[in-house]
């Protein structure tokens, strides 16, 4: 019997079991899913739950199915030798052998870089932090306040509206280095500043942040923005374990792979999402769920294909669009070239928060597919940019 691990129940993680499921059904193999939560975590929507909205209660073992073993606890250890993972839970420890090693622990906001960041911040790193802001919001509401959102990428800009929206007696700003919206088309951009202006979102465009203090942030200029409660969104840390066990990684902490997704130092070991330092021949991809969940599949596929003496594929994806809600009732989406550089179209209003809500409730729904089919699971493979003469070795 062939042991597969995987390492983290997230977007990818759960993807990457269901799918192992699947397509080794007929095969002697053994399939461990770790996690510290039977809860599954849904990431695109922890905005939702800090504005003070509550989500459906997804259980990991039950999306997973009966041929995936699901492990509470958290991996601690990886012994590349031996090919064990410790996972501790509580005060017990076991260790998992495995042959084939699925790595998908994926990042988490990073509170380290500005001084009282990670004292006086919120964070969106999962449903507790998530829980614990939505708590002192309602009671910040009650009699009004300003709130401060640091960081204006994608997850920044839907916590700022959400919040607005939710709380209309709260002061919301946004704060980033960068304009938000920058990486989406001009008539795009300007439909989010419409809603920045609806919700009255005071926007801090070019504000560099130094620290945050218990009542307000600091910018570079000197300037005190004030801020009841702090949210930090600004960049992510990869997990340490990978590079603590000896597994390759770059600079960021990202296990480097070939283009399989295989690890260059240790090929038993598959990274997925924004785990891995992964590219294709446009550049390097970003670590989202649209990338994500492709990612995990084609992990799946690869093992299958190996367990079976044949030659692996090199990953391929190709953008498609950056979805990006406005609190519930709003949302524009901006649709992409493979490289992710803004298209022609985009989606505003009603229209765009049918099309975001679909794309937030797809992997659920998709991991309960993948038990009788191969669910797809992406939109795009990248064209002609991303094709690749054959199989890699």
């Not at 679909?358 to 002609?384: D, E, M, N």
Request: aromatic fraction near 6%; charge should be positive.
């Amino acid at each position: 019997m062939k042991n597969i691990v995987v390492l983290g129940g997230g977007y990818t993680g759960v993807m990457c079991a269901v799918r192992l499921a699947l397509r080794t059904r007929k095969l002697d193999v053994s399939i461990t899913l770790v996690n510290p939560s039977e809860r599954f975590t849904e990431r695109l929507r922890m905005h939702q739950v800090a504005a003070g909205h509550e989500l459906a209660d997804f259980r990991i073992p039950e999306l997973v199915g009966e041929r995936v073993t699901f492990v509470r606890g958290w991996a601690t250890a990886i012994d590349t030798t031996r090919r064990e993972v410790t996972v501790n839970a509580g005060d017990s420890a076991r260790t998992l052998p495995y042959d084939k090693l699925v790595y998908a622990l994926g990042s988490y906001t990073d509170t380290s870089v500005v001084p009282g960041a990670d004292d006086h911040a919120y964070t969106l790193n999962g449903p507790r932090p998530a829980r614990s802001m939505a708590l002192r919001l309602a009671s910040l509401a009650e009699n009004g306040g300003t709130v401060a959102v640091c960081g204006g990428g994608l997850t920044g800009i839907e916590a700022a509206t959400e919040i607005a929206e939710n709380h209309p007696n709260l002061k919301v700003s946004l704060i980033s280095t960068e304009q938000p919206g920058w990486m989406m088309g001009e008539k795009a951009r300007a439909y989010l500043y419409s809603v920045f202006e609806r919700l009255d979102v005071t926007v801090h465009t070019g504000a560099r942040i130094t620290k945050v203090l218990p009542d307000s942030v600091e910018v570079a200029d000197g300037r005190l923005i004030p801020a009841d409660v702090s949210l930090w969104t600004a960049g992510v840390k990869a997990h340490a374990l990978a590079a603590e066990s000896g597994i390759e990684v770059d600079r960021k902490g990202l296990i480097l792979v070939d283009p399989a997704l295989r690890s260059l130092s240790h090929p038993e070991i598959y990274a997925i999402g924004d785990a891995a330092a992964a590219r294709q021949a446009w550049g390097a991809i970003h670590g989202t769920c649209q990338s994500g969940m492709p990612s995990a599949a084609h992990a799946a596929d690869s093992i299958a294909r190996e367990l079976r003496g044949r030659a692996v594929k090199p990953f391929r994806f190709g953008y498609f669009h950056q979805p990006l809600s406005l609190g519930r009732k709003d949302a524009v989406i901006q649709f992409t070239r493979h490289d992710d550089t803004p298209g022609r179209f985009y989606l505003k209003g009603k229209a765009a928060v049918l099309y975001k809500e679909w794309v937030s409730s797809t992997p659920p729904k998709a991991y309960v597919k993948t038990h009788r089919y191969p669910a797809p699971v992406s939109l795009s493979r990248g064209g002609r940019a991303t094709r690749e003469p054959g199989p890699v070795g």
